[in-house]
């Protein structure tokens, strides 16, 4: 086993390499920073408290994930689907696109599940193959706006490090991708990005035929991720001249979402709590205190991220950071005001902002007791 003192620095992974991959996916569960108060932090000697400023601010920014109600959702949906794909090499395998907006944790949500499965079938059925080859149950791949089947077959490459993903034509690195997904027994193969590729032109009907023939040849279970796929032709029924093939692989693909958070229902405010209650748990700043989050920031958190758990997540990270920095140690609406957030979060506050102060919306459940 690998010393914790030549593991890679998680921050420098690429995880479409698989020796980055598996450190992802043994790396030990991050260990949370002490909280201190006023006494113990103005006691820290200088290098002690760089150090203990350091841990805290990689913990800020690494809170996730979250077991919402979307990721547990998700994954048992996956859990249904990939078990299920156990038929026999001459039967074609059921795919899967998550089809969601930006900023509500579709990659992290899938590279959650992409672990959990990989340490799965590790654990039952070993590191090597009866042929001896080393197993890899997951394979990801992340995609480009130029990306043709060429360079689809030579991502795949990448992955394991094939000698021949510089060299090869097209359909030998097909052959040899089929080559390496058999002899490792992928399982899983994670298309990420796949909004990127232009679907109604050659390159993205290129790629769609391309994707059928894996679904047909490999015995995996295909795993896309990206945003709009339905806007973009991915489950058409084929009408227009050319399309049919897509009308195929929409007929082949379980399409899941990952919606954002909501306050329209009673359940939905509930859930949005007890979002803000895990987050208050995991923050680390000397001054924080039970209700920080739920109780005093409910309204304007869910005005400043529109319900979308990435934007969310970004602007709890920034804040932490600034609290840390100016020696604040709270989140506060006055702190979290300097703080910049996405661009889209920031375009769709404002209409939110109106409705809550206007008393049209609120994200408090009914009922719930205010702590401070």
């Known amino acids: 086993m690998t010393s914790p003192a030549l593991q ?30 006023r006494n113990a932090l103005r006691a820290l000697t200088g290098p002690e408290r760089s150090a203990y400023d350091r841990s805290r601010r990689q913990w800020h920014a690494n809170l996730g994930p979250i077991r919402t109600p979307q990721l547990a959702h998700l994954h048992e949906d996956l859990w249904d689907i990939v078990d299920s794909n156990l038929q026999d090499g001459d039967q074609a395998k059921g795919a899967v696109a998550v089809d969601a ?12 599940f992409a672990r959990e499965f990989h340490r799965r079938e590790i654990a039952e059925r070993g590191t090597f193959t009866a042929q001896g ?17 060429k360079d689809l077959n030579r991502a795949m490459l990448e992955f394991f490090g094939h000698p021949g993903r510089q060299t090869s034509t097209a359909a030998q690195l097909g052959l040899q991708a089929l080559d390496c997904v058999l002899s490792c027994e992928v399982r899983l193969l994670i298309l990420d990005d796949l909004h990127f590729l232009k679907w109604r032109r050659t390159s993205g009907i290129e790629v769609s035929n391309h994707l059928k023939w894996i679904a047909n040849e490999f015995p995996v279970t295909l795993l896309k991720v990206g945003v709009g796929l339905a806007d973009k032709g991915l489950f058409s029924e084929g009408e227009a001249l050319g399309e049919t093939v897509l009308a195929q ?11 954002p958070f909501t306050i329209d229902t009673e359940q939905g405010r509930l859930q949005w709590r007890q979002l803000l209650l895990s987050l208050e748990q995991r923050i680390v700043l000397t001054d924080a205190y039970p209700g920080m989050l739920a109780d005093d920031l409910s309204d304007y958190l869910f005005t400043r991220s529109t319900g979308h758990i990435g934007s969310l997540m970004t602007l709890i990270n920034r804040g932490c950071q600034r609290a840390q920095r100016t020696g604040i140690e709270r989140l506060t609406r ?11 979060a920031e375009q769709a506050r404002r209409e939110l902002e109106y409705a809550f102060r206007a008393g049209k919306a609120t994200s408090r459940p009914h009922g719930v007791r205010t702590l401070t």
Do not use: I
């Not at 692989?249 to 919606?259: E, F, Q, S, V």
């Open 133 to 149: 080859h080393e197993r890899w149950p997951v394979c990801r791949v992340g995609l480009t706006g130029n990306t043709g089947m």
């Open 334 to 344: 006055d702190l979290l005001d300097q703080v910049r957030n996405d661009e889209a």
């Open 101 to 112: 907006f930006p900023g509500l944790g579709k990659t992290t949500a899938v590279l959650a």
């Open 8 to 37: 890679p620095d998680p921050g420098s992974l690429a995880l479409s390499r698989k020796e980055d991959f598996k450190a992802f996916v043994e790396a030990p569960r991050r260990s949370r920073p002490e909280a201190l108060d």
């Open 249 to 259: 692989t929409g007929r082949r693909t379980t399409r899941l979402d990952m919606p």
